[in-house]
């Protein structure tokens, strides 16, 4: 089982050390590591945040450890030198076009919420992000008008095969949940909206087992934080999916806790190929203090299992772990604990 691990700037190092440390815990057979440099860390000793020798890395292995890329240091670089651009080009060069993020609220951790209790509690949700479309990867420019004024553009496109493919798998990850879909767009105003929800709705016919309902974002986003429990699985594009992903995060307690799976179509001999890392940025600030908390990065290992390597049973220890060593009061600073990044490390592989 080859993966390639990409820890990347700030605190990427330190969250994927204590995955590591955790997947080692657990003794699978025929687990090999290869590193590779990615972000700023790899600008600096390659002059390419994603160079080619960390892509062919990559393509040789079964799954991706993804840790963060980030450094303000790196601002001023022409965009395409950015630590950011590494994950987009390997979303784009490995074909990983569905991002599967889970937001569960752990027992015991309601008043981190920004919510009230009661309504955090019930947050059990799925958002699927379609990564290779939308204006992420339109065209785009600063052109000047012709009064000398300067003008910022990007394109928002998606085809229908783009739209489809990505249904399809939020209306499998329906049936595998409570059998509900709400697609998110903005279909009221934008052509690719209107679209999305076309194509959506046709590919429904296919799925009779799984309810399907439309949201336009705005609403989508109010209803996050009026009814997060009414949500199941939620379908969205790049953009929106971006933005309501990381207000889930928020109405959970915290970012440092909701992992991410990026898959394509590829499969290898265990599962789908996928690149995996937190929601989180590298947090230069506190990088090398050991305050970062690692449990998302943790989880984000237990979803390569599942998904990557078919080991359902090894990726269900890593997550009872995590909820048991919450639930006894392992917290970083951001949950308003003060456990170190290496003691929440320990404290989940003694409960594996």
């Given at each position: 089982?080859?993966?390639a ?13 204590e995955a590591?440390r955790?997947l080692e815990?657990?003794?699978l057979?025929?687990?090999s590591?290869?590193?590779?440099d990615v972000?700023a860390?790899a600008?600096?000793k ?27 240091a790196?601002d001023?670089?022409?965009?395409h030198?950015?630590?950011e651009q590494?994950?987009l080009g ?9 991002n599967?993020?889970p937001?569960?609220?752990?027992a015991?951790l309601?008043?981190l ?7 955090a509690?019930?947050i059990?949700l799925?958002i699927?992000?379609?990564l290779n479309g ?5 065209e785009k420019g600063?052109?000047t008008?012709d009064n000398?004024e300067?003008q ?7 085809s229908?095969?783009?739209v489809?493919r990505?249904?399809?798998v939020?209306f499998?990850a ?12 903005k279909a009221?105003v934008?052509?690719?909206s ?10 429904a016919?296919?799925?009779p ?8 974002v705005d609403n989508?986003?109010m209803q ?5 429990g009414?949500?199941d ?5 790049n953009?929106?999916?971006?933005i ?20 394509g179509e590829r499969?290898t ?8 890392e937190?929601?989180h940025?590298s947090?230069?600030?506190?990088a090398?203090?050991?305050k ?7 989880l ?7 998904h ?10 890593i997550?009872?772990a995590?909820?048991?060593a919450l639930d006894d009061g392992f917290?970083?600073?951001?949950l ?6 290496r003691?929440?490390?320990d404290?989940?592989?003694?409960r594996l």
């Open positions: 089982m080859k993966i691990v990409l820890a990347g700037d700030g605190i990427g190092p330190e969250v994927v050390r590591l955790v815990a657990l003794d057979p025929g687990l590591i290869s590193d590779g972000g860390a600008w600096r390659h002059g390419h945040p994603l160079p080619p020798q960390t892509l062919d890395l990559t393509r040789l292995a079964d799954a991706v450890l993804f840790g963060a890329v980030g450094d303000p790196c001023g670089l022409e965009r030198l950015r630590p590494a994950i390997l979303r784009a060069e490995l074909g990983l076009f569905a599967l993020r937001a569960t609220c752990f015991g309601e008043h919420s920004a919510l009230k209790p009661e309504i509690r019930e059990d799925l699927v992000r379609e939308d204006v992420y990867f339109g600063i052109r008008l000398g300067r910022g553009w990007d394109m928002m496109s998606y229908e095969a783009e489809r990505i249904a399809h939020a499998r329906a049936q595998g949940r409570a059998g509900r879909l709400t697609s998110v767009d009221n934008l052509e690719t209107q679209l999305w929800r076309e194509v959506v709705t046709d590919v016919r296919e799925y087992d799984v309810a399907l309902d439309h949201l336009y989508a986003a996050l934080v009026r009814a997060p009414a949500f699985v939620i379908v969205t594009g953009l929106f999916g971006d309501l992903s990381d207000q889930a995060s928020m109405c959970v307690g915290s970012i440092g806790l909701l992992a991410s799976a990026s898959l499969q001999q265990f599962g789908t190929f996928g690149l995996y937190p929601i940025g947090a230069p600030d506190i090398g203090q050991g970062a908390n690692p449990m998302a990065t943790i984000s290992a237990a979803m390569m299992l599942r990557s390597f078919s080991r359902e049973a090894d990726a269900a220890r997550e009872r995590v909820a048991r917290r970083g600073g951001d308003g604990g003060s456990a170190s990044t003691q929440i490390g404290a989940v592989i003694e």
